[in-house]
């Protein structure tokens, strides 16, 4: 039975996901990266282990990888995985993403960055009411979107998590900031038939109009 003592109890880890291994590079069991990290070369450094996400069919089902070495080709993050020598190997494992176990009380190293975990369930606030929720992130190589769940009819909006449209973020007070552009969060209006009524070509009397511009009076 527990007596309550947590003065020894280990700190609770989340998994977060750092990478995908998107194509086999090279001959040497290279692999071309998708990053969903901001610091790839600590991330990568050598000996960094990862829990691998691959179908159960897989033979690397419920291993794991280690770097061996980390470099960038042509602005392109390649890195090569102990036990992985070949380009046969490598072919097995594309499309893998790669997770770390991360302490959740750890805060992340740069200025600005959150853990998805820390945005998950945060409340969204616009003009000071609240309007929804986070409901996950999505990363993408341009940027990354906090997918809200509105109240009310649960419709999830992706919002890019950029400062001109997210410009604050309030861990300790549980919730996100946004000033999202119009039609981000409901539909605009339909634009109003701005074109000018045709002329009519016809005078009163029902003779028809000169095409050239009559002149001044002097």
Known sequence: MANGDTAGAQPAKTQLRV????????????????LYTDDPDGRFAPGS?????????????????????FRWMNSHPVAFFEGVDDRTAAEELVKAILWIDQ??????????????????GLDVVRDGAVIGRVA???HFPAQDLLIV????????????????????VDIAGGRVVVTPPAGLFEDLPP??????????????????ADDAPADPED
């Open 19 to 34: 990478g995908r291994l998107v194509k086999a590079h090279g001959l040497k069991g290279a692999f071309k990266l998708e």
């Open 49 to 69: 282990t990862f829990t691998l996400q691959v179908p159960e069919s897989s033979p690397w089902h419920g291993r794991e990888l280690t770097v061996r070495e």
């Open 103 to 120: 302490d959740t009380a750890e805060a992340p190293a740069e200025d600005d960055a959150w853990y998805d975990h820390q945005l998950v």
């Open 136 to 138: 996950r992130v999505d």
């Open 149 to 168: 769940k509105q109240i009310g009819d649960d419709r999830e909006v992706l919002v890019p998590f950029v400062s001109a449209i997210v410009p604050e």
């Open 191 to 208: 634009e109003a038939d701005d074109e000018p009524a045709p002329a009519d070509d016809s005078r009163a009397d029902g003779a028809p």
